[in-house]
């Protein structure tokens, strides 16, 4: 009786690895814009907790009394962190750093009155505080 050894043949196993080769040029493209939506899906999140926070500090300072427009949402190290420097009104729960510079997916804070966007892709979004509002678009 004869050995007979069952194995895949040399030219099974390269056609393989080429197929999955084809699938791999396909799907990492994919992947990488998916992050790309997922950090600017943050960032609109971002954005909108910002502006639900600044129409609250709002409408609390005029139950106070006070009718000042609000001036400032950070610092130099933070982004988004106290309205006007008073740490005992915090814009958001958990503040938000400023991106080092060259940063790309992250906020700054320019001035006072001038936040940015660094887009994942290039470019930037720039929004700025007045009236009480932060106005600006992705």
């Known amino acids: 009786m004869k050995n007979i050894r069952k194995a895949f043949t040399m030219i099974e196993l390269v056609f393989v690895i080429v197929v999955i080769g084809i ?4 799907a990492i493209p994919k992947l990488a814009a998916t992050r790309d ?3 600017m899906s ?3 999140s ?3 907790s910002v502006r639900s926070s600044i129409a609250t500090e709002r409408q609390k300072r005029i139950l106070r009394g006070n009718f000042t427009a609000i001036g ?3 610092d130099s190290t933070y982004a988004f962190r106290y309205f006007d420097g008073d ?3 915090p814009v958001l729960e958990y503040p938000v750093k400023n991106c080092s510079s060259g940063g790309k997916s ?3 804070r320019t001035n006072a009155t001038t936040y940015k966007f660094e887009k994942p892709g ?3 979004a720039t929004f700025t505080l007045g009236g009480n509002k932060l106005t600006g678009s992705f």
């Open 87 to 89: 740490s005992a009104h």
């Open 106 to 108: 992250c906020w700054k």
């Open 23 to 26: 699938l791999a040029a396909i």
């Open 37 to 39: 939506d997922a950090i």
């Open 72 to 74: 400032d949402l950070g």
């Open 46 to 48: 971002t954005l909108a």
């Open 42 to 44: 943050k960032a609109r």
């Open 122 to 124: 290039g470019g930037e």
